[in-house]
């Protein structure tokens, strides 16, 4: 039971680099999440998606996009990286019965 | 809309000693509440979760957690700190059918 999957696990872009991150989960849960994890910041919400075909903004969504491509897929895309987005970035997903959030391992990445 | 507070963002005990993380929420509905624990460069990890019933939630390690409505808190208790218990900790809340968010997190210091 592999859980949350998140990949890769460590990126280095350059400055006005694209890039997705990809995260499955094969728990059969409805809502998704992207997080990112900064010194002193906790966890901040970019974006969540509360079932399949939908998504929604959270704390800190500019300069990034999502896709829920399916339920057990949602990714991430940074369309022109910055320095401000270096950080770790943590994927999660939950369902009503839970409903707590399980989490992947996370992606670090530095945009330099 | 909910939110998170959490008291102090380094908390330093002597090991054997009791272990207090404080945490106050705000949300405009009944809320889910939980804590988490993060060890360094891994993901986060439940602790205990809060969602109706008994207000004295008991998770694992040792760790509790009492739903205090008036005082809308939900502090996080160990009678015992062990050194293994070093790591950073998470309050979060949610309200049903809605997206997870997280405090700032606690540093936690066990003193030999």
């Known amino acids: 039971n592999a859980g949350v999957t998140q990949t890769p696990k460590f990126q280095v872009l350059k400055t006005g680099q694209s890039m997705t991150l990809q995260c499955a989960q094969d728990?059969?849960?409805?809502?998704m999440y992207w997080y990112r994890q900064d010194p002193g910041m906790g966890l901040r919400l970019i974006y969540y998606?509360?079932?399949?075909?939908?998504?929604d903004k959270g704390e800190v969504p500019n300069g990034y996009n999502v896709s829920r491509l399916n339920k057990r897929e949602f990714s991430l895309r940074l369309e022109s990286a910055a320095p401000s987005q270096t950080s770790v970035y943590f994927c999660?997903?939950?369902?009503?019965?839970?409903?707590?959030?399980?989490f992947g391992q996370g992606t670090r990445l530095t945009v330099v | 809309a909910q939110s998170v507070t959490q008291l102090g963002s380094h908390v330093s005990v002597s090991e054997g000693a009791l272990v207090l993380l404080r945490c106050n929420y705000s949300?405009?509905?009944?809320?889910?509440l939980f804590w988490y624990v993060q060890y360094p460069n891994q993901g986060l990890q439940l602790l205990l979760k809060?969602?109706?019933?008994?207000?004295l939630v008991k998770g694992i390690n040792g760790f509790e957690a009492e739903f205090k409505k008036s005082e809308t808190s939900f502090h996080l208790t160990k009678p015992s700190a062990h050194m293994s218990d070093a790591a950073e900790y998470f309050c979060?809340?949610?309200?049903?059918?809605?997206?997870?968010?997280f405090g700032k997190g606690t540093r936690l210091h066990i003193l030999p």
């Open positions: 999660a997903s939950s369902d009503l019965l839970g409903p707590e959030a399980f």
């Open positions: 728990m059969n849960h409805n809502s």
């Open positions: 998606s509360a079932s399949e075909g939908t998504t």
């Open positions: 949300s405009s509905v009944p809320p889910y």
């Open positions: 809060y969602t109706t019933g008994a207000t």
């Open positions: 979060a809340v949610s309200g049903r059918d809605d997206k997870i968010i």
